[in-house]
């Protein structure tokens, strides 16, 4: 049996190296705007939000390039046996 297509990871990479970078700034505003000595009590909460949701982008982001791969190898369907091929052009 074959293996089904497998996704590339540089384009999961492309797709996502700018949402990872909001990602980066987001979080990094988030543990500087919480005051001192309550960082993790004033930003654990929205950095774990920022990060499910780059969690469930990057899994969504993954699943369709590997359904655009496995179409990609599919074979295209033929016509219908009561249609033809349209007749190619002479120059």
């Known amino acids: 049996m074959n293996s089904p297509p497998q996704l590339a ?5 492309d797709q996502l190296r700018g949402r990872f970078e909001k990602l980066c700034q987001d979080v990094a505003a988030a543990v ?6 309550r960082v993790l ?3 654990e909460e ?12 990057t899994f969504q982001a993954a ?7 496995a179409q990609a190898a599919s074979p295209p ?11 190619e052009q002479g120059s």
């Open 32 to 37: 500087n705007d919480a005051p001192a000595g």
């Open 9 to 13: 990871p540089d384009a999961l990479l």
């Open 46 to 57: 929205r950095v774990r939000d920022l990060l499910a949701d780059f969690r469930q982008a």
């Open 41 to 43: 009590n004033a930003s």
């Open 77 to 87: 369907s033929a016509l219908p046996p009561d249609r033809q091929a349209p007749a």
């Open 63 to 69: 699943v369709q390039l590997r359904l655009d791969a």
